[in-house]
């Protein structure tokens, strides 16, 4: 072969070894994986950090740690930056799933006082999730948004993680994640967080859920400085703790929570909720918080303490080493002992059977029932009138704990686990409970009934309720029945569904019941119910009343907003508005329901039509013979004051003269007793 062959021959050799070996670097990217779920990049030295870091194209893409790093004299900057001088953030969010493995990432020095969003991860997107990690050491500076772990989560997740070391900036600062609006779960901080505003030591913000988290670092800055979480106008606390010491130079300085309740327009105010949550008054230097519940420190390290920490769902999850330690997250393998399941029956008297009831007497139990998942499908009694004004969430108060809650669905269907128990009202009253949540849906006394659920002879009285979908002054979706109820009191809904006694009906049954709240809504807005689900429910209402004001835009209407089911034998007499389409004085839209024998107040509602039911005037509602006539029963179930009074339900019937609940010789001996002892 000439030379020139040669030559050409080696050129060719030189030019497929090049390709080769771009193609050989292109895929070994960090030190394995392709970044899928089963396939995850593989993380295990400073120089994959560093390559995470400088990759904004794989933040969606999945990682797994597979040994420690050490960051120590390494320059870094978080993972996800905001790339803009505003307060809002701008750049590329972290939308992939970071599993730490157990593995630590230690001596991290993150050093920008000029930059918002700062940590190991700046910014947690939509769908992100941190966990199994720790963060040992850490040094991290910023100006707002900054935390050990992450600056902000918008609506991402951490998990099993913890953080140690020192994070300082100005708004929004704490040991783990600086804001939050997703969920922090099974997480603790032991670093110091310092700032100006929204100083927390796990969270400076919580808009979130907090769940099974603690933090005892120290904590300091200016306004709105918590032990836990600085600010919590907007968010849920539940099985947490703080130990550090806390200290503020300005307003809202608390042992565990710094501020708890934020006023917005029109006089509205927002309220974190917190349950089941703690910090230590000796050690903290705090003898107020937002909310929660102060102890000594020898309380804090007593099981007793943190018995719903073991309830339905959450069992496993705490140990504590009794008068030694405070409690500690399973994944630390302290010494200690779990904390022990609690159960229902431990806290209230009986076993939840037909024939022995849970027991409900006091504010306090009735709140620990919606602790209890695992006991919603039991039964229930109330022994007594319960007023719920001590259980608003104002003042540090505890929050009321919503029975079977939903979701963040809008006008989607129940999310939830619901309460398919029965609930004896037993002819009392349940009063004056504050349910202030204006960004949560399925707001109520109970959030979802189930098809297997019932509520039955129970008041609520003066209810104010404000939520933003399914909104009810007692339940906010109802697939089972509720008879013999009523409720009274302001309800309001920024969205769909709300009503003032079921926000929506979807295969429930609702009878002899009625509502007397005001109501104010947007689509599907009643007095009574808001509406139905969708065409293929059934839900029926029969021996009903509405007396409260309506208002809202669309499918307004004086009993209901809208209906596919069966109506008979009601009524509503309030007064009716609605700036949009399909708005009437009894029903706002009919569906394709059947609507029998009932009727509204033409002159009260101030409004002439309706999609379903007959108008009548004043003098025509509150005469017998109206009612009567369509077949209404005036001995077992209404009464009316002729020329009076609208007709209103009997709690007893007519022939039922002792009032002992059954019309039988008893009665007639009764009468005849009463008879001759006045002559």
């Given amino acids: 072969m000439s030379r020139i062959g040669i030559s050409r021959l080696w050129g060719k050799i030189t030019v497929l070894v090049a390709v080769c070996g771009w193609g050989l670097s292109a ?20 120089a994959d950090w560093q390559e995470l870091m400088a990759t904004p194209a794989d933040w969606a893409s999945h990682f797994v740690l597979t040994a420690d790093i050490d960051l120590n004299g ?32 230690r001596n991290v ?61 100005g708004s929004l600062v704490a040991g783990l994640v600086g804001g939050n609006g997703g969920t922090i779960t099974n997480c603790y901080s032991t670093g110091s967080a310092s700032g100006q505003r929204g100083v927390g030591g796990l969270a400076g913000y919580n808009g979130g859920t907090i769940r099974n988290c603690y933090s005892s670092g120290p904590v300091s800055g ?29 307003d809202y300085v608390g042992g565990l929570v710094g501020n708890n309740v934020r006023g917005g327009k029109g006089g509205m105010h927002y309220h974190g909720k917190v349950a089941a949550c703690f910090w230590d008054t000796q050690t903290s230097g705090c003898s107020g918080s937002a909310a929660g519940t102060g102890l000594t420190t020898p309380e804090m390290k007593t099981a007793q303490t943190f018995q719903l920490w073991g309830t339905c769902g959450s069992e496993g999850v705490w140990t504590i080493d009794e008068a030694k330690d405070y409690p500690r997250l399973w994944w630390e393998n302290q010494p200690g ?5 609690a159960k229902l029956s431990d806290l209230v008297l009986g076993t939840g059977t037909q024939s022995d009831p849970f027991l409900i007497y006091t504010p306090e139990e009735l709140n620990m029932v919606g602790l209890f998942p695992c006991e919603w499908d039991k039964h229930f009694k109330l022994m007594t009138d319960i007023d719920l ?32 128990g029965v609930f004896e009202g037993n002819d009392y009253v349940i009063r004056n409970a504050d349910l202030n949540m204006p960004d949560r849906d399925d707001v109520g006394l109970l959030g979802g009934l189930g098809t297997s659920g019932q509520i039955k002879n129970l008041g ?45 009906n979807d295969d429930g049954s609702i009878s002899n019941s009625y509502s007397s709240c005001s109501v104010s809504g947007g689509f599907c807005v009643g007095g009574l119910v808001g509406g139905r689900g969708n065409h293929c429910r059934d839900g029926t209402i029969s021996n009903c009343y509405s007396t409260g004001s309506v208002s809202g835009t669309d499918y307004v209407g004086g009993l209901l907003g809208s209906y596919y089911g069966a109506v008979s034998n009601s009524y509503s007499s309030g007064s009716v508005s609605g700036t ?19 009727f509204w107040d033409l002159n009260t509602s101030g409004w002439p039509t309706s999609s379903g039911g007959t108008p009548k005037t004043t003098a025509e509602m509150k005469t017998q013979s109206t009612f009567t006539s369509a077949g209404w029963g005036f001995i077992e179930v209404w009464d009316i004051g002729e020329n009076q009074t609208y007709p209103f339900l009997r709690t007893y019937a007519a022939g039922d003269i002792n009032h002992d609940g059954v019309v039988d010789f008893r009665d007639i001996a009764y009468l005849a007793e009463s008879w001759l002892s006045g002559l």
């Fill in 460 to 504: 609520v009285e003066n209810m104010s309720i404000l939520g933003r979908s399914r909104v009810g002054g007692l339940v906010a979706v109802n697939n089972g029945t509720i008879t013999n109820c009523y409720s009274t009191g302001p309800v309001s809904g920024t969205a769909y569904y709300v009503a003032g006694l079921v926000g929506r």
């Fill in 222 to 250: 200016g306004k709105e400085v918590g032990g836990l979480v600085g600010d919590n106008t907007n968010g849920t606390i539940s099985n947490c703790y703080s130990a550090g010491l806390v200290s503020g130079t300005a």
């Fill in 580 to 598: 949009g389409s399909y708005v009437g004085g009894l029903v706002g839209r009919d569906y394709g329901g059947t609507m029998s024998s009932s």
């Fill in 389 to 420: 004004s001590g259980l608003d969430g104002k003042d540090g108060r505890a929050t009321f704990n919503i029975i079977a809650p939903g979701g963040m669905s809008q006008c989607r269907d129940f999310i939830g686990t619901p309460f398919k």
């Fill in 74 to 105: 390494v320059s870094i900057t978080p993972i996800a930056p905001d790339t803009s001088t505003s307060y809002r953030f701008q750049g590329t969010p972290f939308t992939g799933v970071f599993d730490g493995n157990d593995y630590v990432v």
């Fill in 109 to 169: 020095d993150v050093n920008m006082p000029g930059s918002d969003y700062v940590g190991l991860f700046g910014y947690l997107g939509t769908g992100g999730q941190i966990r199994n990690l720790g963060v040992d050491d850490a040094s991290i500076l910023g100006r707002n948004c900054v935390g050990g772990v992450v600056g902000y989560n918008l609506q991402g997740a951490v998990g099993n993680c913890y953080s140690s070391g020192s994070v300082s900036g």
């Fill in 27 to 46: 895929q070994a990217k960090y030190d394995g994986g392709s970044g899928e779920p089963n396939n995850p990049y593989q993380i295990s030295s400073v």
């Fill in 337 to 341: 002992e779990a904390i022990r399941l």
